[in-house]
């Protein structure tokens, strides 16, 4: 099979918010037999520095020779340039399905340390292949030293000590006048780096049942928008071979659960006071449970169902086995969108308050404090109103600002209308990043008096685009 590339078929390449969207250029493959002269012949012709070797009947990647594998393995070795592609490849691809984010392939990256990284599409089947470079453009993840020293990490000490070490950088990040949205995103990876390796070494401690499981992120952690100061909120999920064997794998998942939970907590991340660990029987459920779990929720549209449709509908999985949290949100997506009196009684809760807005004062503070909450007031309002336009519209993207655009995408709204939205709530959480970094501060409290008159004048526009949004949402479910 000689070296060929080719384009995506079928729209793969443009999943929104996934992977199929940074598939630009004719990526190259070849079959086993292939030579290694040939092969960088067409990367050289092609203009790109990977060949992906697969299956010549399936197209399922079998491995991967980038140049610098032809320089280090066969021209500084002084080897033969003939011999078939299959004994200089690395094998064991890393790959991700072209509907997978982009934070998760910058997290496979920065675990694996990889350069490129194959994307397959619906069949699994070679799709293309995105670098780094196609990742990070111009703002790369300049972080290897970090990530060293949180995957190196034996035990809980190693783990504390590189925790401690992010929240520092994080800091500096912020001082220096980072985007909200790139301190966020930055954040996100080391901790999802963090808790990995937490998993790791709990997984070594204990001897987990032969199933299917995935541990589940939760809040702001599943929306990838974490700040400095966070708690933790995960679960588990597993796939028992018969609904006998559930108690009996509950039990033996337990313990390694709240090992995690333990080393986040060494880690700097506190044990969540509402109980939403993975290591809380509760919460570390079989695919049946879980899905048993959001339809009790969806049916009774109570207080407290609402209340855990804002926690647990934003999750995301990250590690163990992806796919079951990929079919509880399939079919969590599909539930939703079949349920309009549940959305629309979600509706009804997130416009029970508003944006802290006066008529004739700009802002109406707590009449106690005399400050504002940027987290209750600022941020929820587009947290809750852009989830449900997520599980109206089908939109597996968990980010706030995510779904925001696909959103706006998907219901045409005025172009323009989306950016300021999305803006208007990076200035809140910039605000909050910027609150957080004030020794003995409250994090997401603020007197207004404090601020300056620029940054009063954003956080009145910010406040003014969440009304526009609540009222959007009003529009669609007649509140």
Known sequence: MAPQ?????????RVPGGLGAYLRRKPVYAGPDTSVRDALLSMCAERVGTVVVVDPVSLQPLGILTQRDVIERVVLEAGDLDVPVASMMTGG????PVSANPHQARLAMARYDLRHLVVLDRTGRFAGVVSRGDLYATSRLETEDLVDAIQTASDAVGLADAARRVREAAGVLVDQGAGAEHISEWIAILNDLI???????????FELPLVRWCWLTFGSEGRLEQTLDTDQDNGLIFAPESELEIEALRARFLPFAQRVNQLLDECGFPLCRGGVMAGNPKWCLSLGEWRGQFVEWMHSASPDGLLNASIFFDFRP??????????????????????PLFLRFMAANALRSGPPLGRIRDFVVDRATGLLDLKRD????FVDAARIYSLALGVGDTSTAGRLRAAGALLRWVPGETDALVDALHVIQKMRLHRQRVPGAQPNLVAPDALNELERSFLKESFRQARKLQQKLQIRYQL
Not at 93 to 96: E, G, N, Q
Not at 195 to 205: H, N, P, Q, R
Not at 320 to 338: E, P, Q, R
């Open 318 to 339: 990250l590690a163990g086995d992806v796919m079951l949290a990929v079919s509880l949100k399939d079919w969590l997506l599909a539930a939703a969108a079949d349920n």
């Open 378 to 381: 600022g941020v929820r309002p």
């Open 195 to 205: 808790v990995l390796t937490a998993i790791d070494i709990a997984e070594a401690e």
């Open 5 to 13: 590339s080719t384009a995506q078929e079928g729209g793969e390449q």
């Open 93 to 96: 691809v890393i790959a991700l």
